[in-house]
C-alpha cells in the first residue's frame, strides 16, 4: 500500500532571540554569528513551555491539515534529543492529543532524528498494518545549552514539527538512506548532567563530506537523478555547510530551503519547519520530488527522497 505525507504542522516559540541579543551576554558579534554559520536568530521557549508542549502543538497543526483526529492515529514516533529519560516525549504527547489507540515512542538520532522516525514510522506502518501515523521532530535545545559558552550557545534554537502519514495514491515515501558511526560519539555530545559540548570543526568537516554522499545515495536509491529533484531540504546547521553540499553536489541556490537565518539549528525540527517553509513559499506541490537529509551527534546521518502527495493532482 502507498503512503506518503497528508498533514504537515508546526510550532515555533513567539520569543525570537537575535544576535545583537545574544552579544550583550556573550563576547560575540552579529557579524561573527551571521559570516561562520548563516543565523541571524532563534526562537527560545519560555521556561513554562517544555519539549512535549512544542510537539504536541505541531502534531495538533498536522492533524487538522490532514483533516483527522487524534484517535485516527496509530503510531506516534518522535525524534529529540531533549526530552525527558522516561516517559518519552511520545507518550507525554499521545495524553496531551487524546491519541489513546496509538503506539507512541522516541527516536534518538540527534539531529538525523526526524530522517529516522520517518523511515521507522513508514515501515512499521507496513509490519504493523497501521493506517496513519504522526511523526515529529521537536527539541527544547536552549534547556540543553550552556548560555555563557559562545561556541555552542550561538548555533541552536526551539522549535517542532510533525507529519502525519497515511495512505496515498502514489508512494509519498521513495527511498531511505540512514547511517552512524559511533566512534565520532565523541564529537559532539550532552553527558546526562551537562550542556551540549562539541568539536565545531570536526563536525563540520563530517557533514561537508556526508550531506553530498547521502542525497546522492538516496536519488539513486529511488531511481531518480539530481537534475529531476525539485527541491533539497538539508538540515539547517551552518549555512556554510548547506552552501558546500549544495556546490559539490551541483544543485542551484534556488531548489534549496534554507531556514537557518530565523531558526538556527533545531536539529530534529529543523526538517519538517523547513518543509513548512516550502509549502508557505509554494514549492511543495502534488507530485514534487524532494530530498531531505540530515546529520548529527552519533554521529548520525539520514535522507529521504520523497514526492509530495498533497493537494490537487496535477492532469
Ligand atoms: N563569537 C565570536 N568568536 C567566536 C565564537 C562566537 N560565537 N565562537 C568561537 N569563536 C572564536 C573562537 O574562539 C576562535 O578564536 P581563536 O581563533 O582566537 O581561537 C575563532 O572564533 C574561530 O573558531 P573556530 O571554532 O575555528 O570557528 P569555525 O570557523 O570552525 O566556526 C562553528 C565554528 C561552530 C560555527 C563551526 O565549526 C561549525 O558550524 N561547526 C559545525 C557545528 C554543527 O553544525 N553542529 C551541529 C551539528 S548537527
Known sequence: MNKGIIGLGTSLPSRRVTNE????????SDEWIRTRTGI?????????????????EAARNALEDAGLTAEDIGLIVVGTATGRAFPSTACVVQQKLGALNATAFDISAACSGFIFALQTARSMMDSMDKRYALVIGAEKMSSIVDWSDRSTAILFGDGAGAVVLGETKIEGLNAFELGTDGRGSALLFKELDGPIEMNGR??????????????????EKAGDTLA???LLIPHQANLRIIDAARERLGIPEE???????EHANTSAASIP??????RSQGRLRYGTKVVLAGFGAGLTWGASHITWTQGEEQA
Do not use: Y
Request: proline share 2%.
Open 40 to 56: 541571524g536568530a532563534r526562537r527560545i521557549a519560555s521556561d513554562d513551555i517544555d519539549v512535549t508542549d512544542l510537539a504536541t
Open 21 to 28: 541579543d545574544l552579544a550583550s551576554t556573550l563576547d560575540t
Open 255 to 261: 531548489k534549496v530551503i534554507v531556514t537557518i537565518d
Open 228 to 230: 529531476d529533484v525539485d
Open 202 to 219: 570536526e563536525v563540520f568537516k563530517f557533514a561537508v563530506r556526508k550531506l553530498p554522499e547521502i542525497v546522492e545515495k538516496v536519488v
Open 273 to 278: 519547519l523547513a518543509l513548512q517553509e516550502a
